[in-house]
């Protein structure tokens, strides 16, 4: 299988540390464009979940694109 990215980065995080990672990365001095948008995580670790993701077997989380 060939994949071709074009992203020097990809970070899944909590939805609660959204804001953090986008005011972290507007000061940082990059070259580079950001995206950041929300993905449904499957098969993921139940602990953390609330009690809909658990029902719905997926949790939301951010994923961001360095491109």
Same mark, same amino acid.
Not at 23 to 43: E, I, K, N, P, R
């Given at each position: 299988?060939?994949?071709?990215?074009? %992203?020097?980065?990809? $970070?899944?995080?909590?939805?609660? $540390? +959204?804001?953090?990672?986008?005011?972290?990365? $507007?000061?940082?001095?990059?070259?580079?464009?950001?995206?950041?948008?929300?993905?449904?995580? %499957?098969?993921?670790?139940?602990?953390?979940?609330?009690?809909? +993701?658990?029902?719905?077997? &997926?949790?939301? +989380?951010? &994923?961001? +694109?360095? $491109?």
């Amino acid at each position: 299988m060939n994949q071709n990215f074009n %992203c020097l980065l990809i $970070l899944d995080v909590p939805k609660v $540390l +959204e804001t953090v990672i986008v005011d972290w990365l $507007l000061d940082q001095d990059l070259d580079h464009v950001f995206t950041h948008y929300t993905v449904d995580v %499957c098969g993921h670790d139940q602990t953390d979940m609330s009690a809909l +993701e658990k029902v719905d077997g &997926r949790k939301q +989380e951010i &994923r961001f +694109e360095v $491109l």
